[in-house]
């Protein structure tokens, strides 16, 4: 069987399922893009303390996804980024991704937090 592992995929949104099939492509030899229009991936169950129906953690279920995504070599994450727009045919696409600004430099961010002590720009909480 001819290896069909070539090219690259992109997916659009940096959710559970999102993430879980990346890391899927990604195991199988495939270069992709996770492309998310918020600042983080993880999605609406990020933001949840229990998953219904065992009342589990959500975080301890979806952060080792998390890691590994965010580890991975043939995954690259496109966050602040929006699909513009999809040309080609089947087997063959060119896609143009926006990338919005950031106020810190990706690579070199470390997590350390103080950026957000330094910015004149007061957060609120709603």
Do not use: W
């Amino acid at each position: 069987m001819p290896d069909r592992s070539v090219g690259s995929v992109m997916i659009v949104g940096g959710g559970v399922c999102g993430v879980q099939s990346a890391l899927d492509l990604a195991n199988s030899g495939y270069k992709v893009y996770l492309v998310e229009n918020k600042p983080a991936i993880g999605g609406a169950m990020s933001q949840l303390d229990k998953t219904f129906p065992t009342n589990d953690c959500s975080m301890c279920i979806l952060s080792p996804q998390l890691v590994e995504a965010g580890r991975h070599r043939n995954i690259e994450l496109l966050t602040l980024s929006e699909l513009e727009s999809v040309s080609g045919g089947a087997g063959c696409f060119t896609v143009r991704v926006r990338k919005r600004a950031r106020s810190v430099d990706a690579q070199l961010c470390t997590g350390c937090g103080n950026c957000i002590e330094a910015c004149p720009v007061q957060q609120h909480q709603l």
